[in-house]
């Protein structure tokens, strides 16, 4: 979108917008209270007049009444005179009632950015990289969903003990002094010590599926720009604001999206960060236990590959291995991949 006033002038559908950052917005930057609605009245009023005077001359004067009849021959004898006049009045009106909904106060709200020149536009990572927090952005990206539900959907507190387990087995088992006559008192350590991570690794997925969950707010990853020049907008939506029943309609190609930067560029963002409990857990940890989910995953993949026959997926053009390659991509990622910015959308349309 051009940054002119011809933008504003595009027509949008909109399937998420939050009225009361617009309606805030909009009367901050004309410094006016806002209209709900508008009555406007109308009306017309029609007024005719004529007149006709005629005179004729004879020998006898006669006086006729008025108006004078068309059809008078000229011949008649005597003196004619009179006057005709007529006069109508006609009289209407209409009354008009005016609402000013969301797709108005958009309207009034980007073409105020503009003018002002608020708006910055978006295109790559070149331009990413000059925003900081308070600033009002406009770009087009492609979505993807939320990674949070993607990990909470595979990783179950069952999973997650089993993970941690599997960890610190394998911490223990490469640190332990096997030589000497503590093994028994080291083992014992161990195992009580394992005990209790189990125990509070079990907690902790339980307090963070049920923070999320109940969560009204999802995230989205909209990617602008191309493959060698790309940057992630973590577009943090409130549930409640879309206009569509679908809230994964984002999914669905591409968008705009006018917002407000909450956070500026940062590289491979954790994604959990911004959950209160995780936020205090070191990322290195969070890492290493998707990283094991995903050894996991791998290796289920990695059985399917032996029961699936070769010639089931013979292709022209194209080998076992490549027709496998979409099974060997699934997986769920601890950060965002490369150069992020956080927004909060005031509207996303197309």
């Excluded at 805030?24 to 930057?29: C, D, P, S, T, Y």
């Excluded at 295109?123 to 979505?143: H, Y």
């Excluded at 995780?278 to 990283?291: A, C, Q, S, T």
Aim: proline share 3%.
């Amino acid at each position: 979108m051009k940054e002119n006033n011809d933008s504003v002038r595009d027509f949008t559908i909109s399937i998420y917008q939050h009225p009361d950052h617009v309606a805030g917005l909009v009367q901050q930057i004309y410094r006016r209270p806002l209209i709900k609605s508008e009555t406007a009245s109308h009306s017309q009023q029609n007024d005719n007049h004529s007149k006709l005077q005629g005179e004729a001359t004879g020998e006898v004067g006669v006086s006729l009444p008025t108006p004078i009849l068309p059809w008078l021959k000229s011949g008649i004898k005597g003196g004619i005179g009179g006057e005709s006049s007529e006069n109508s009045s006609t009289t209407g009106g209409s009354t008009f009632h005016f609402e000013y909904s969301q797709a108005t106060y958009l309207y009034f709200l980007r073409d105020a950015l503009i003018e002002k020149k608020l708006l910055k536009q978006i295109k790559n990572i070149t331009d990413a990289k000059q925003l900081k927090p308070g600033d009002f952005v406009e770009f087009e990206a492609k979505f993807t969903g939320d990674q949070v539900t993607a990990i909470l959907d595979i990783l179950t507190p069952e999973i997650i003990e089993k993970i941690v387990e599997k960890i610190r087995t394998e911490n223990f088992t490469k640190a332990a002094n096997w030589g000497t006559e503590e093994i028994e008192r080291e083992l014992s350590i161990f195992k009580f010590t394992l005990k209790t991570d189990l125990k509070l690794a079990r907690s902790i997925a339980n307090a963070v599926r049920n923070d999320f969950r109940s969560n009204e707010t999802r995230e989205y990853y909209g990617h602008i720009g191309t493959e060698d020049d790309q940057v992630t907008a973590i577009t943090i939506c409130d549930n409640n604001y879309f206009l569509v029943q679908d809230r994964d309609r984002i999914l669905d190609g591409k968008f705009k999206v006018l917002g407000k930067v909450t956070e500026g560029i940062e590289a491979n963002r954790p994604v959990l960060e911004r959950n209160k409990i995780l936020d205090k857990i070191e990322p290195r940890l969070v890492d290493k236990i998707i990283n094991s989910a995903n050894e996991i995953l791998s290796s289920q993949v990695s059985d399917i590959e032996e029961i699936v026959s070769r010639d089931a997926y013979e292709e022209k053009g194209k080998s076992n291995t490549e027709r496998i390659q979409p099974i060997k991509s699934i997986g769920i990622q601890s950060r965002v991949h490369g150069e992020s910015f956080k927004v909060v959308p005031i509207s996303i349309y197309i």
